[in-house]
């Protein structure tokens, strides 16, 4: 079964970064895409980033520029280094195992690392 644990989250301030870390158990890292979403309260979840296999990437329109998203094969680890956070950044931050870097439903997700961004 593949498990996907998030870590990294935190309270920062507006301005400030903070970097999450997906780790990915077993072969699925190496076949699969990965992407980031991410839920606030009231909100739905939404994509933040995916980076695929070959470490194609793409991004949501309110993370260009501010997030990047990496993939490290030799720790099955994908990261999501974001600057400049805003309060609207406040969420629970999810990585996803996918296929594909898009159109395909993620079959498998973590349980979510808090993002707390304060103005």
């Known amino acids: 079964q593949v498990q996907l644990v998030e870590s990294g989250g935190g309270l920062v301030q507006a301005g400030g970064s903070l970097r999450l870390s997906c780790t990915v158990s077993?072969?699925?890292?190496?076949?699969?895409?990965i992407r980031w979403y991410r839920q606030a309260p009231t909100k739905q979840r939404e994509l933040v980033a995916a980076?695929?296999?070959?470490?194609?990437?793409n991004y949501a329109d309110f993370a260009k520029g501010r997030f990047t998203i990496s993939r490290d094969n030799a720790k099955n680890t994908v990261y999501l280094q974001m600057n400049s956070l805003k309060p609207e950044d406040t969420a629970v931050y999810y990585c996803?195992?996918?296929?594909?870097?898009?159109?395909?439903?993620?079959?498998?997700w973590g349980l979510g690392t808090q993002v707390t961004v304060s103005s």
């Open positions: 077993g072969s699925i890292f190496s076949s699969n895409a």
């Open positions: 996803a195992a996918a296929r594909f870097l898009s159109l395909t439903t993620p079959h498998s």
């Open positions: 980076i695929s296999i070959a470490a194609s990437t």
